[in-house]
């Protein structure tokens, strides 16, 4: 059973500070792995999607990372932003995704 | 365009009653996904439905949940003699689908809070 961890649990940062959000997975058979935000009392929105070809996608002030040998991904945010304060959630799998508990960010104006 | 809809947004009902939500997904996703999101548990898969082909059940945790999707369009979730543990958000996610199964970008709807009394 795939498992997927995301450290850390919570994150608190000066505005315009660069955030790095940590995701690990166990089995490194991934179809792709997908960074989604979710806002307190709403649905998930999709940020990015690696497929496990790739190492990387780029969309803005975000950059994602994927090193399948190492079951590893990595969310960038530069120069964060107060609405950048959400939960940040990880997912891999094909259709069946596998998420991880979440790092909720709190950007401070 | 309208994004992935869900009814109702709230649900509050008495142990031992059944309960039916319902998602909308975007127009022309082939895939459909439910998820239930709890303190406990995080966010688990439930189900899912691609075009015509026999859904994915694997995730429902037990016989009193059940799903269908009518016309592959409108999906309905439901849950049969409801317990305090299926309080929960359940969440519909669609996407275009992909026939090989690999995957491809899941849009969510806002969830439906289920309390159970």
């Known amino acids: 059973k795939q498992e997927v961890t995301q450290i850390p649990a919570a994150l608190s940062v000066p505005e315009g500070e660069n955030l790095v959000l940590n995701c690990s997975f166990t089995?490194?058979?991934?179809?792709?792995l997908q960074w989604f935000r979710q806002d307190p009392g709403k649905g998930l929105t999709s940020l990015l999607l690696?497929?496990?070809?790739?190492r990387e996608q780029t969309s803005g002030r975000l950059n994602a990372s994927l090193d399948k040998s190492s079951g590893r991904s990595t969310l960038y945010i530069a120069a964060s932003q107060p609405g950048d304060s959400a939960t940040y959630l990880c997912a891999v799998g094909d259709y069946k995704l596998s998420f991880g508990a979440g790092t909720t960010v709190t950007v401070r104006a | 365009g309208a994004g992935v809809s869900q009814s109702p947004s709230n649900k509050v009902t008495e142990k031992g009653k059944d309960v039916e939500l319902r998602c909308d997904p975007i127009?022309?996703?082939?895939?459909l996904y439910w998820y239930r999101q709890s303190l406990g548990q995080g966010l688990e898969f439930l189900i899912y439905f691609q075009g015509n082909s026999a859904p994915d059940k694997s995730g429902l945790p037990s016989d009193r949940f059940s799903a269908e999707r009518t016309g592959g369009s409108v999906s309905t979730l439901t849950i049969q003699r409801t317990q305090q543990e299926d309080s929960a958000v359940y969440l519909c996610?669609?996407?275009?689908?992909?026939?090989?199964?690999?995957?491809?970008?899941?849009?969510f709807g806002p969830g439906t809070r289920l309390t159970v009394l």
């Open positions: 127009s022309g996703h082939t895939a």
């Open positions: 996610a669609s996407s275009l689908g992909s026939s090989s199964g690999a995957g491809d970008t899941q849009y």
């Open positions: 089995d490194s058979a991934i179809y792709n």
């Open positions: 690696i497929q496990s070809s790739q």
